[in-house]
């Protein structure tokens, strides 16, 4: 069982900046694949970033050239940096780890983080 914890939400002006932090209670393996999702009020939940197994990042559309995701295995840590935050940003923030193990997958989620933008 792997716990998340996010931090770094909080309330920011249309065009700022925020950093998430996820930390991670066990060790995080470089198979493992890492995401951030978000969800907004009577929306699904999203993909927003995703470092993959061996090492690539993917980033949704809508995030793409304004965010930045980063993981570092030694500390048990990812983040995702937010820079020029749309009002359409706001949502609760979810990271996730995804591990597989003898064909079983596992998905781990943190309790989530709020960002909200003000225009």
């Known amino acids: 069982q792997v716990q998340l914890v996010e931090s770094g939400g909080g309330l920011v002006q249309a065009g700022g900046s925020l950093r998430l932090s996820c930390a991670a209670s066990?060790?995080?393996?470089?198979?493992?694949?890492m995401g951030w999702y978000r969800q907004a009020p009577g929306n699904q939940r999203e993909l927003v970033a995703v470092?993959?197994?061996?090492?690539?990042?993917g980033y949704a559309d809508s995030v793409k050239g304004r965010f930045i995701m980063s993981r570092d295995n030694a500390r048990n840590t990812v983040s995702l940096q937010m820079n020029s935050l749309e009002p359409e940003d706001t949502a609760v923030y979810y990271c996730?780890?995804?591990?597989?193990?003898?064909?079983?997958?596992?998905?781990?989620w943190g309790q989530g983080t709020q960002v909200t933008v003000s225009s």
């Open positions: 470092i993959a197994s061996g090492g690539s990042t």
């Open positions: 066990r060790s995080i393996s470089s198979t493992d694949t």
């Open positions: 996730n780890l995804r591990r597989s193990s003898w064909g079983v997958r596992y998905d781990y």
